[in-house]
């Protein structure tokens, strides 16, 4: 099968398709064939290995196995004790930190972060709304608990975390500011944004407003510059584990007041991950959320897809559609 590999850490050039074994479906697991994958900007990271923490996960030296973690595809194959799903079901999810996603098959235990997806989510949608959902969603539920009449203030709000947490924070009921360039603005709005930013033309960091939290999206801002604008026990969260961000965690823990949170929510616990995709899946079906793709690339496209992701102009998902 062909499948995706760095064999040492650079550029987009780096990766390359290459021919691989196709994976034996033991017996507690399914076979899948893979319709669509995402491109991320952890992806990216894990590709250039950089920040160096990526390489504690892909090796030191160089990446060590095929990359990607965000599926969508058919069970082409089940093991003799697999109960959960059956040969022709449309799945997608997640392999967390055994990667392998980025090929033309997988084979993963039935108990993996897997789901049924609905018949009115596109494979490509879905493994958007896998990885956007994914991130977005114990963010702003589990570390900033956000609740009814919470503002929120959403950096990179057009990026697909970010159109997601806006999605997410309407459907809890905050009130939502997002900030992104100019092109964006409407997207961000449409999808339920009260109010709108223009980072190149206004500095969202001098403002009288003050918000219960303020989640950055895409790491481009710090603690320090967003704490004026939080209120006195607000929350101040990002995507991006810069060394500055956990020394901030770790003081701010200790005392009361204004708090810095970063997650790693890609380690959470297989049963937590899969409960919520069952949840997004709800919502998704009951209309209070959408995935949006970008652009949609070939798998022999793979380099024009992380040349363009690492651009970080992105407006939602990046996706590999394969036959």
């Known amino acids: ?10 550029g987009p050039e780096v990766t390359e398709i290459v021919e691989v074994e196709k994976p034996v479906c033991k ?15 952890p992806d990216c990271a894990f590709r250039k ?26 069970i082409e194959e089940i093991g003799k004790n697999v109960t959960l799903f059956k040969k022709g079901d449309e799945v997608y999810g997640c392999t967390g ?7 033309e098959y997988i084979s993963l235990n039935e108990n993996s972060v897997l789901v049924k997806k609905p018949d009115n989510l596109s494979f490509e949608e879905a ?31 057009s990026s697909s975390v970010g159109l997601s947490a ?44 003050e918000y219960d939290i303020v989640f950055d999206a895409v790491g481009k801002s710090s603690f320090n510059k967003c704490r004026n604008i939080l209120k006195s026990d607000g929350k101040y969260l990002t995507t991006v584990p810069t060394f500055e961000i956990i020394i901030k965690m770790i003081f701010s823990s200790k005392s ?6 970063f997650a790693a929510t890609g380690l959470r616990k297989d049963n937590d991950k899969k409960s919520d995709l069952n949840f997004l899946n ?42």
């Open 127 to 157: 493994s958007g709304l896998c990885y956007e959902g994914l991130t977005g969603l114990p963010f702003l539920r589990d570390n900033a608990h956000i609740k009814q009449g919470d503002k929120i203030l959403i950096i990179g709000a």
């Open 282 to 323: 709800n919502i998704y079906q009951d209309g209070k959320i959408k995935s949006i793709i970008d652009r949609i690339y070939k798998l022999e496209e793979i380099s024009e897809a992380h040349k363009y992701v690492d651009t970080e102009h992105k407006t939602g998902n990046v996706v590999i559609k394969l036959n």
């Open 27 to 41: 017996n507690n697991d399914v076979l899948i064939k893979i319709k669509s994958f995402t491109v991320t900007l």
């Open 256 to 261: 009361k007041g204004k708090k810095a949170i």
């Open 166 to 209: 806006v999605q997410l924070a309407k459907y809890y009921g905050a009130y939502v500011t997002g900030v992104s360039s100019a092109k964006n603005l409407n997207i961000v709005k449409s999808l339920g944004a009260q109010k709108v930013i223009d980072y190149t033309k206004e500095d969202y960091t001098k403002t009288d407003e």
């Open 49 to 74: 290995g950089e920040p160096f923490i990526a390489r504690f996960f892909s090796g030191l030296s160089k990446p060590k196995f095929i990359p990607g973690d965000i599926l969508a595809g058919i």
């Open 1 to 10: 099968m062909k499948a995706v590999m760095c064999k040492k850490y650079g």
């Open 97 to 103: 930190t055994s990667f392998g996603a980025h090929a």
